[in-house]
C-alpha cells in the first residue's frame, strides 16, 4: 500500500485548487483547543522574588579622621616637586597649619552630607589612639544596628603596615603610633564601612579580611567549648558586613600629578562631577571647544539636585550612567546590597565607578570588598564623555552672551536603544543594558510617558521581565506614580501594575499602605476607560483583596462592590470573568463585604453569569457564589434563605459542558456542605440506609441481582496503556461496595475468618480495609455505593428524615454532588467523592453506638452501650478509639490510628460488644447530631472545630491562580497560530496541504466509479470485539471501540498503535465515535449509552493520551432506564440487537452527529429528544423534542440547510429545522420502514437527499421536500450495521448471517464478502460495525470473533 506516499509526490496535483480547497480548512473552526484545554488549571510557580530589601539600612554616623600634620611629610614618602597639594579642594600651604587642618575636615563633611545630609558627623583631626578609640565606640553605641562610615585620611603619616596596622599620632606630635585594624573593628563594629584614602591602601583591605576570619574563628571555639578562655571574654563582633573602599592596591602609592588634587580618591568618592569634568578637560583639551578652560568649568550654572539646570542635568546622566554600568556588570544579589539597600553606600559605589575609571589613567587600581569586576572600559562611559562634551561645548556661550541652555538628549536615545532592544525581539539574550536608565526617566516628566510605554512593553515580555524590572528598583518609582492625576498615564500604569501583582501578588500590602488601591477603584469605575483597562483594574483589585483583610476593608469602603456589580453585564468577557472573581474574593471570609453584597442583592446579580456564553465566566460566577455561601459567620433565617436560593442556583449547573465549571460547582457546594454540616449529615446517614437496604438490577448482569456489578475481566487489561488525567480509573478497580464493607460485623458473626475473604469484603492493601478518614485514600463511600445511590429510584423513606422534608435543600444538594461523583471527568468526580465521604465519615462515626441483638438484621436497636473503662486503653497511644457498630451501617472497621504501633494482621474476629464508638474529632461540639455518645467530652483535648476546615482546606480548583496568569505571559506578542513563522503554523499549512491532496485524489477514484469492493488490504485481531470503527478523513490512523476501550491502528502499515481504557463504568458501552478537528489536531470523542461524552488527544502517537474534555451530554439516558423494545418494534430488530451484544436489550445507545463548520454536536439516543451542544461555549444551546416514543438510532446533519435528520427505533425517519422553535421545528416525518433504522443520512449537497435504511433491509431515498420516497431497493434481511459512503454513492450493509453486501447507488450487489483472506480463508464472523472511509473506497468491518478487516477497491484502480 504505497498509495499515500505516491500521492504525496503526485505531480499531477494542480496548485490552483489545492489551494483553494486549503482555504476551507483554513476558515474551520477547532474545537476544544482553547487554554483551558490545553493547559493544566492551576497557577504558576511562583518565582522566589529577590528584589525587596529584607534589610534596608541607613548610614547613620560618620566618622572623619584626617592624619595630615600639615608642614610635616612622613619619612617614608618622597614627594616630586611640584606635587598634588589640594586636599578636599583646599591648599592646606595657603593658611596656617591648624587653620587648614580645620577648613579640610569642614569642608570634607560638606562634601559628605551632599550625600546624607542627615548622619551625624563627628571630625577627628590628628588624633591619637584614644580619640579615634572613644569616637568609634560612642558613634557605634548611638547608631545601634545601623551603619557606620569610617573616613580614614593618612596623607600626614607613613604607610600602614603589613601587620595591619595604620598610623596616628600621639599627644604632642612627636611620634607616630600605630593603631591595630583588629582594634579598629572591634570599636566599630558592624555593620560598617570604611574608605581608606592613603597609599597602599590595599594592605589594610587584606589585613581587615585576615582579622575578620580571625574572629569568626574565635567565635566558632567560644561556641563549641564554653570552658574555653576564649568564651570568657566578651565575643569580638562578627565583620561580615562590612564593606571598604581603598584608594589603591598594597604596593601603589598614590598619583602626584600637581594638576591633580592630593586626596584624588576622597574628590572622586564625595565630588565626583567637579572631578570628572575636569579630568575630562585635562585628557580632551586639545579637542574640546575654544573657551572651554578649567576656570570656566568651575562657572557651570545651576545646582546639583535641580535636574532642570546643566549641572543638575549632568549628575542625573551620570547617576543613570553608573547605576547603568553596576547593573549590567554586578551580580544580581550584589547589585542590590550595594546600589539598593543603603542610599549613602550606593552613592559611594556609583562614584567608586569613576574613581575606579579616573585612577587607572594614573596607573592606580582602587580596590572594594567585596570586590567588583573592572568597569573602567564600559561602553556606557563614552555616552558620558558625549554628554559632558555637549554640556561643555554650550559653556562659552551660556555664560558670554546668556543663550538658553539645551538640554542633553542623553535620555532620549537612551529610551530609542531600549526600543529598538524591544523591537528586535528574540528570546534567550541579554537583558537591555538601559532598563536602570528607564528607571531615572520616570522621574522626568518629559520622557514619562515613553518610559512607561516602553516599560509596559518590556515587563509584557514576560514575569523574567518583570523579576528584572524588580530588581532593577522599579516598585517605589511606579509607586509613586499612583500619585500622579494624569489621565494620560492611568492605561500605561494599570498594565505595568497588572504585570507586577501577576507575578508578585506580595505588594498587595505596599499598595494598600500607599493608598494606591484608590487609583485602581477610579479607573474601575470610569466609564470611559476601554474594557481591557477596566479588566486589568479589577484584576489588580482582585489581588488586593485575596486573602488579605486590610486590603479587603480598604476596598469594601471604597465602595468596590458597588462598582463590581455595575460591570457585570458588561461585553468583555475577561472583564465579566475578573469582576467576578474580584467579588468572590472580597466577600471570602470577610462578612461585612457578605451583608454588603446581600444589600446590594448580588448573588441574584451574580446568577445572570451562570449561562454566560464563555465558560470561564461561568466559573468565575461559581466562585463568586460559592464564597458567598462560604462564610462561616453565625447564620439568621436570612441567610440560610439566601445560602438556599444560591444553592438551587448553581445545582442548575450540575449538566454544564464544562468540567472547569463543574469542578468549581463541587468546590462552592462544599462551602455549603461545611457550613450545614450536620443536616448533610442527616442526609447522608438516611442515604447510606437506604442504599442497603435496595438493590439496583445492574443492566451488564442481570443474572445475579444482589450483586453489585462484578469486575471487570478482560484478557485485555495488562496490555492498557495508562492514561494520563486517569489518576483512577475507578471502574477498573475491584468493586468496594459499602454494602459489604459496612455489613462486616454480621459476616463476623455468622462465620469467623470467612469475613476477610475478598469476595465479602471490599478489597484493599491491608487485609482489614480501613475505614476512610478523609485523609485516607480508602473511601467510605466506593465509587460503586455512589454510583448505586445515584440509580436508587425509591427514595420512599426518606420521607422520614428526622427534620429534613423529603425535598429539602439538603437533599437536593447531596443528590447533585451524588451525580457529579458519578462525572465522567476524573478530576469533577474525585473532588466530589472527597466532599461526599468527608460527610459520610463524619456521619457515620458521629451515629449513635447501639448493641446489635439479632446478627441477621441491623435495623432493631438496643440503647447506647455504657461506657466501659476498658475502652482507654486505646486513647494512651494517642489514636481514636474503636468504633462499634449501630443501626445507621456504622462500620466496625478500625479507622487508621495515627500511632504505628499496630500490628499489621487483626484476628479475624472483633470484639464489639464493649466498644464505643469515637468523638468525631472533626466535629464541633455545638453541632452533634445525636446525643452526646459516651461522656468522654473532658478528655477530648481538641481544638472543637478543628478539623472543619478539612474539606474546604483541601479542595481548590486553581481556577484563580490559572486566570491570573493571562496578565502574567504577553498579551501584546502574536499569538504563535497567527504567526506565519511559527512552528505550529508550518505543521498546520502541512496538515492542509496532506487535506487537500488526499481529497482530489480520492475523488478522481470514485469518479472512475467503482466495479468492486473486495481486496481485503487490512486485517487484525482487536483486543475487544469491536462496537464502533471510525476512519480518521486524512491520514492511516483508524479507532476501533470495543465495550469502554479504543484501539487505534495504522491500517497502511497494519500495525497496532495504541489501545487504551476510555473510563466508563462496567455497566456501560462505547456506542459512537466522531474525530473532531480531523482535518487539524485531531480529538477523539467517545459517546457511551449512560449519556456521557469524553473527548480524547494524544492517541495514536508516542505520547500518553490524555482526556482533553468529558460531559454528561444526555442527562437522563441511565443505561438502568431502558425497558424491553417498545412492541411495535420488530422481533427482528429485538434479536439482531440481542444477537449483537446482550446488553442493548433493545436500547439504541448514544448517537451523535459532529458539524466541524458550525461546532455543533447532536446528540441523541434512549431520550425523548435530540440535544446540540455548542462546544465553543460548552454548553446546551438546544432541545429539539422528537415527538416519539422510541428512541433515536442514528442522526445525520446538514450545516448549509441547518436540517437534521433522525432515524427512530420505531421505524420512522424525522426531520427537523433547528432554525424554528421546539414545536415547529420537525418538518417532515416518513413512516415507511416498518423497522428499527439502522441508519438514516443526508447528503451534504444543495439538493442532497435523505436515505434511510431499516433493519428489515429496505432502503429508501427521499427528497426533504416530498412527503413520500422517490426510491425503494431491497438488500439483505436481518441488517446489524450499515454505512454509505459519502463521496462514492456506495453502501455497504453486514448482517448477522455472517457476511457483507456492498451495493451502487442503483441497488447492484458489487461486492460479497463471507470469508476472510488468507491462508484457511476461515468465515467472516456476525457483523458488530462497519464504516466507510469518508474520503478513501475503504471499508471497515468489524465482527463478533474480534477481527477488524479493510476493504477496498482493485489495486489498479487505487
Same mark, same amino acid.
Given at each position: ?111 559628605? =552630607?551632599?550625600?546624607?545630609?542627615? @548622619? ?367 489621565? =494620560? ?42 474594557? =481591557? ?31 463590581? #456589580? ?137 443474572? =445475579? ?20 488525567? %486517569? ?58 455505593? *455512589? ?186 506578542? *502574536? ?314 454513492? #456506495?453502501? @455497504? ?9 456492498? %451495493? ?10 463471507? %470469508? ?29 470473533? %474480534? ?12
Amino acid at each position: 500500500m504505497k498509495m499515500d506516499s505516491d500521492l504525496l509526490h503526485s505531480p499531477a496535483v494542480g496548485l490552483a485548487e489545492e489551494e483553494e480547497a486549503d482555504m476551507n480548512d483554513w476558515k474551520l473552526p477547532l474545537a476544544f483547543m482553547k487554554k483551558r484545554h490545553s493547559e493544566k488549571i492551576e497557577g504558576s510557580k511562583a518565582l522566589a522574588q529577590s528584589w525587596r530589601m529584607k534589610d534596608r539600612m541607613k548610614t547613620v554616623s560618620v566618622a572623619l579622621v584626617l592624619c595630615l600634620n600639615v608642614g610635616v611629610d612622613p619619612p617614608d614618602v618622597v614627594k616630586t616637586s611640584p606635587c598634588a597639594r589640594l586636599e578636599c579642594w583646599i591648599d592646606p600651604l595657603s593658611m596656617s597649619p591648624q587653620k587648614a587642618l580645620e577648613t579640610i575636615g569642614a569642608n570634607l563633611q560638606k562634601q559628605y =552630607e551632599n550625600w546624607q545630609p542627615r @548622619a551625624r558627623y563627628k571630625q577627628s583631626l590628628d588624633p591619637t589612639v584614644d580619640e579615634v578609640k572613644k569616637l568609634c565606640t560612642s558613634l557605634r553605641r548611638n547608631a545601634k544596628e545601623e551603619r557606620v562610615l569610617f573616613h580614614y585620611n593618612g596623607h600626614g603619616v607613613p604607610r600602614p603596615t603589613v601587620n595591619g596596622e595604620i598610623w596616628v599620632f600621639n599627644k604632642n606630635y612627636t611620634q607616630y603610633i600605630p593603631l591595630s585594624i583588629y582594634d579598629l573593628q572591634t570599636w566599630m563594629g558592624s555593620p560598617s564601612i570604611f574608605v581608606y584614602d592613603c597609599s597602599n591602601a590595599g594592605i589594610i583591605v587584606k589585613s581587615f579580611k585576615q582579622f575578620a576570619l580571625q574572629r569568626e574563628q574565635e567565635l566558632e571555639v567560644a561556641a563549641i567549648n564554653p570552658s574555653h578562655p576564649l568564651a570568657q571574654m566578651p565575643l569580638p563582633p562578627s565583620m561580615k558586613n562590612c564593606i571598604q573602599l581603598a584608594a589603591c592596591e598594597a604596593s601603589e602609592l598614590l598619583p602626584m600629578n600637581p594638576d591633580l588634587p592630593a586626596d584624588l580618591f576622597t574628590s572622586c568618592l564625595t565630588t565626583p562631577i567637579k572631578i570628572a569634568l575636569r579630568w575630562f578637560c585635562m585628557q580632551k583639551s586639545a579637542k574640546l571647544v575654544p573657551g572651554v578652560t578649567l576656570d570656566l568649568i568651575e562657572k557651570i550654572p545651576g545646582r546639583l539636585n535641580d535636574r532642570r539646570t546643566p549641572l543638575g542635568e549632568l549628575n542625573w546622566i551620570f547617576t543613570a550612567i553608573t547605576d547603568t554600568i553596576a547593573w549590567n556588570v554586578l551580580p544580581r544579589d550584589l547589585f542590590q546590597k550595594l546600589f539598593r539597600q543603603d542610599l549613602l553606600v550606593a552613592s559611594l559605589f556609583r562614584n567608586f565607578l569613576l574613581a575606579e575609571r579616573i585612577m587607572r589613567s594614573y596607573n592606580c587600581t582602587p580596590v572594594s570588598s567585596p570586590r567588583l569586576p573592572p568597569t573602567y572600559m564600559h561602553a556606557m562611559w563614552q555616552a558620558w564623555d558625549l554628554a559632558v562634551d555637549i554640556c561643555l561645548s554650550q559653556l562659552p556661550t551660556i555664560i558670554e552672551e546668556g543663550t538658553a541652555f539645551r538640554h542633553s538628549p542623553f535620555f532620549a536615545e537612551q529610551l530609542t536603544a531600549f526600543q529598538v532592544w524591544l523591537t528586535m525581539g528574540v528570546e534567550n539574550r541579554n537583558p537591555p543594558e538601559q532598563l536602570p536608565i528607564v528607571l531615572q526617566v520616570l522621574l522626568s516628566q518629559v520622557h514619562r510617558l515613553r518610559a512607561l510605554d516602553l516599560l509596559g512593553r518590556f515587563l509584557d515580555l514576560g514575569p523574567w521581565a518583570v523579576s528584572l524590572a524588580l530588581s532593577v528598583g522599579i516598585f517605589p518609582y511606579v509607586l509613586k506614580l499612583l500619585q500622579s492625576s494624569a489621565r =494620560e498615564l492611568r492605561p500605561l500604569l494599570v498594565f505595568i501594575w497588572a504585570k507586577i501583582l501577576a507575578v508578585d501578588s506580595s505588594c498587595q500590602a505596599d499598595l494598600v499602605k500607599d493608598n494606591g488601591h484608590k487609583y485602581f477603584l477610579s479607573v474601575l469605575a470610569d466609564s470611559y476607560m476601554p474594557a =481591557e483597562h477596566r479588566t486589568m483594574a479589577v484584576f489588580i483589585l482582585a489581588v488586593i483583596v485575596n486573602s488579605y483583610n486590610t486590603g479587603q476593608e480598604a476596598c469594601l469602603q471604597g465602595n468596590l462592590i458597588a462598582n463590581c #456589580l455595575e460591570q457585570l453585564s458588561d461585553p468583555h468577557p475577561l472583564l465579566r470573568q475578573w469582576v467576578a472573581i474580584c467579588l468572590g474574593r472580597i466577600w471570602q471570609n470577610f462578612d461585612p463585604a457578605r451583608w454588603c453584597g446581600v444589600r446590594d442583592s448580588a448573588h441574584e446579580k451574580l446568577y445572570t453569569l451562570l449561562s454566560d456564553p464563555i465558560p470561564e465566566v461561568r466559573c468565575a460566577a461559581v466562585f463568586a457564589l460559592g464564597t458567598f455561601v462560604g462564610n462561616s459567620a453565625e447564620r439568621t433565617d436570612h441567610s440560610t434563605t439566601i445560602d438556599h436560593n444560591v444553592a438551587m442556583m448553581l445545582a442548575q449547573l450540575i449538566n454544564d459542558g464544562s468540567p472547569v465549571v463543574r469542578k468549581e460547582l463541587v468546590v462552592a457546594l462544599s462551602h455549603l456542605v461545611v457550613q450545614y454540616e450536620s443536616n448533610f449529615c442527616t442526609v447522608a446517614l438516611q442515604f447510606i440506609e437506604e442504599e442497603k437496604n435496595y438493590t439496583v438490577p445492574s443492566p451488564a448482569n442481570t443474572a =445475579e441481582p444482589g450483586n453489585l456489578t462484578p469486575v471487570r475481566d478482560s484478557p485485555a487489561i495488562p496490555r492498557l496503556r495508562s492514561v494520563n488525567s %486517569y489518576t483512577n480509573i475507578r471502574a477498573a478497580t475491584t468493586a468496594r461496595n459499602l454494602n459489604k464493607s459496612l455489613q462486616n460485623l454480621n459476616l463476623n458473626e455468622e462465620g469467623g475468618p470467612a469475613a476477610f475473604s475478598p469476595g465479602n469484603l471490599s478489597t484493599s492493601s491491608s487485609a482489614s480495609s480501613t475505614l476512610g478518614s478523609p485523609d485516607n485514600d480508602e473511601y467510605i463511600l466506593s465509587f460503586e455505593t *455512589i454510583d448505586k445511590m445515584r440509580r436508587v429510584s425509591s427514595y420512599s423513606s426518606l420521607n422520614s428524615l428526622i427534620g429534613v422534608s423529603f425535598n429539602s435543600v439538603y437533599t437536593q444538594i447531596w443528590r447533585v454532588l451524588l451525580h457529579l461523583a458519578a462525572d465522567p471527568f476524573p478530576e469533577v468526580s474525585d473532588l466530589a467523592m472527597k466532599v461526599l465521604n468527608s460527610i459520610a465519615y463524619k456521619a457515620t462515626m458521629n451515629a449513635r453506638p447501639q448493641r446489635i441483638l439479632d446478627s441477621g438484621s441491623l435495623t432493631q436497636s438496643a440503647p447506647a452501650s455504657p461506657t466501659s473503662k476498658g475502652t482507654h486503653i486505646h486513647q494512651a497511644s494517642g489514636s481514636p478509639p474503636m468504633p462499634s457498630t449501630s443501626s445507621s451501617s456504622l462500620t466496625n472497621e478500625v479507622p487508621k490510628p495515627p500511632a504505628r504501633e499496630q500490628p499489621a494482621t487483626r484476628p479475624p474476629y472483633t470484639p464489639t460488644l464493649g466498644g464505643q464508638a469515637p468523638h468525631s474529632h472533626q466535629f464541633p461540639r455545638t453541632r452533634k447530631m445525636f446525643d452526646k455518645g459516651p461522656e468522654q467530652a473532658a478528655e477530648d483535648g481538641d481544638e472543637p472545630g478543628g478539623h472543619r476546615n478539612y474539606i474546604s482546606a483541601a479542595l481548590q480548583t486553581g481556577l484563580c491562580d490559572w486566570s491570573a496568569k493571562y496578565f502574567a505571559q504577553p498579551v501584546m506578542k *502574536i499569538p504563535e497560530e497567527h504567526d506565519l513563522e511559527s512552528q505550529v503554523r508550518m505543521e498546520r499549512q502541512w496538515r492542509f496541504l496532506r487535506n487537500t491532496r488526499v481529497r482530489k485524489q480520492s475523488r478522481i477514484i470514485t469518479q472512475r466509479g467503482l466495479s468492486r469492493l473486495d481486496d481485503q488490504i487490512f486485517i487484525n485481531r482487536n483486543p475487544g470485539v469491536p462496537s464502533v470503527v471510525k476512519f480518521h478523513p486524512f491520514n492511516t490512523c483508524i479507532a476501533v471501540a470495543d465495550k469502554d476501550s479504543i484501539c487505534f491502528w495504522d491500517w497502511e502499515k497494519g500495525e497496532r498503535l495504541d489501545y487504551f481504557y476510555n473510563g466508563n463504568p462496567r455497566y456501560t458501552r462505547i456506542t459512537a465515535m466522531e474525530y473532531l478537528n480531523g482535518h487539524d489536531c485531531s480529538l477523539l470523542l467517545t459517546a457511551t449509552d449512560d449519556g456521557a461524552l469524553r473527548i480524547w488527544k494524544n492517541f495514536a502517537d508516542q505520547k500518553n493520551p490524555e482526556m482533553v474534555t468529558a460531559w454528561q451530554g444526555l442527562s437522563d439516558m441511565l443505561p438502568t432506564t431502558r425497558g424491553q423494545p417498545s412492541a411495535s418494534t420488530h422481533s427482528l430488530a429485538r434479536r439482531v440487537s440481542i444477537y449483537l451484544d446482550r446488553s442493548k436489550q433493545g436500547g439504541a445507545g448514544m448517537v451523535v452527529d459532529w458539524e466541524q463548520e458550525t461546532g455543533l454536536l447532536m446528540t441523541s439516543g434512549d431520550v425523548r429528544v435530540i440535544r446540540i451542544w455548542d462546544t465553543d461555549r460548552e454548553m446546551k444551546v438546544q432541545d429539539i423534542p422528537t415527538g416519539a416514543d422510541s428512541c433515536v438510532t442514528s442522526l445525520s446533519c446538514d450545516s448549509k440547510r441547518s436540517l437534521i435528520v433522525a432515524g427512530l427505533g420505531d421505524g420512522s425517519v424525522r426531520v427537523f429545522d433547528r432554525r424554528m422553535g421546539p414545536n415547529e421545528c420537525r418538518v417532515m416525518t416518513y413512516r415507511e420502514h416498518g423497522a428499527w433504522v439502522v441508519k438514516a443520512h443526508i447528503q451534504k449537497e444543495t439538493d442532497g437527499q435523505i436515505i434511510s435504511v431499516s433493519v428489515n433491509g429496505d432502503v429508501r431515498f427521499f427528497e426533504p421536500r416530498t412527503p413520500d420516497s422517490i426510491n425503494i431497493l431491497q438488500t439483505v434481511k436481518g441488517l446489524t450495521a450499515l454505512d454509505i459512503h459519502p463521496q462514492a454513492n #456506495l453502501f @455497504a450493509c453486514g448482517s448477522m448471517n455472517q457476511f457483507i453486501a456492498v %451495493y451502487n447507488a442503483n441497488g447492484d450487489v458489487i461486492s460479497n464478502i463471507k %470469508y476472510y483472506d488468507g491462508f484457511m480463508g476461515q468465515r467472516i464472523g456476525a457483523i458488530s460495525c462497519l464504516a466507510f472511509h469518508p474520503n478513501w473506497p475503504h471499508l471497515a468491518v468489524g465482527s463478533n470473533d %474480534y477481527y477488524m478487516s479493510i476493504y477496498s477497491a482493485e489495486k489498479r484502480l487505487r
